[in-house]
T-cell receptor
Framework: NAGVTQTPKFQVLKTGQSMTLQCAQDMNHNSMYWYRQDPGMGLRLIYYSASEGTTDKGEVPNGYNVSRLNKREFSLRLESAAPSQTSVYFC?????????????FGNGTRLTVT | TQLLEQSPQFLSIQEGENLTVYCNSSSVFSSLQWYRQEPGEGPVLLVTVVTGGEVKKLKRLTFQFGDARKDSSLHITAAQPGDTGLYLCAGLYNFNKFYFGSGTKLNVKP
């Protein structure tokens, strides 16, 4: 019963390097989300995908790109990492009625940019 | 700035005490959810409230959604060390995006 799986769990990048954070869910959910969590800031929405083939910007999309590869997978790419992108990144999915369905979260990717 | 403001940011209490966490916004939300997060893990849903004025109880936890659907509160009665964690509210905005509050870090001392 995997739920939402994120890889990698930890990553250290140098400024300017690129990387892709992977997320997969096995619950057949339509909606998927990427959040970042910083101390004292709660979770801030980076991008979301309401269904396969669609993506939209959230609160803090600058410096990121996303791909909804298929219904299961939603990846987040940092093209040129900056120290301000040091954070914990969470992927989430939801299904059913959006106003009453929970967000199911992965366990996060801890990213440090030096 | 964040759409949802949570208070207090930190709370440290003794076992057996009561507490209330607040979640406020100037925006109207379609629904509001409360999550609890443990260190090293993602948030886990506690409750969803949808109707203005709605009150839901989950054992020692009582959740309320404001009449105007702009605010919510979480009340814990007789807190226990197992209640320790980060509590987050999340509001559904425009029927397609969940925005989170900044969180309340609760520590219940035995």
């Amino acid at each position: 019963n995997a739920g939402v799986t994120q890889t990698p769990k930890f990553q250290v990048l140098k400024t300017g390097q690129s990387m892709t954070l992977q997320c997969a869910q096995d619950m057949n959910h339509n909606s998927m989300y990427w959040y970042r969590q910083d101390p004292g800031m709660g979770l801030r929405l980076i991008y979301y995908s309401a269904s396969e083939g669609t993506t939209d910007k959230g609160e803090v999309p600058n410096g990121y790109n996303v791909s909804r590869l298929n219904k299961r997978e939603f990846s987040l790419r940092l093209e040129s990492a900056a120290p301000s992108q040091t954070s914990v990144y969470f992927c989430a999915s939801s299904g059913g009625r959006i106003d009453s369905s929970p967000l199911h979260f992965g366990n996060g990717t801890r990213l440090t940019v030096t | 700035t964040q759409l949802l403001e949570q208070s207090p940011q930190f709370l440290s209490i003794q076992e057996g005490e009561n507490l209330t966490v607040y979640c406020n916004s100037s925006s109207v939300f379609s629904s509001l959810q409360w999550y609890r997060q443990e260190p090293g893990e993602g948030p886990v849903l506690l409750v969803t409230v949808v109707t203005g004025g709605e009150v839901k109880k989950l054992k020692r936890l009582t959740f309320q959604f404001g009449d105007a659907r702009k605010d919510s509160s979480l009340h814990i009665t007789a807190a226990q060390p197992g209640d320790t964690g980060l509590y987050l509210c999340a509001g559904l905005y425009n029927f397609n995006k969940f925005y989170f509050g900044s969180g309340t870090k609760l520590n219940v001392k035995p």
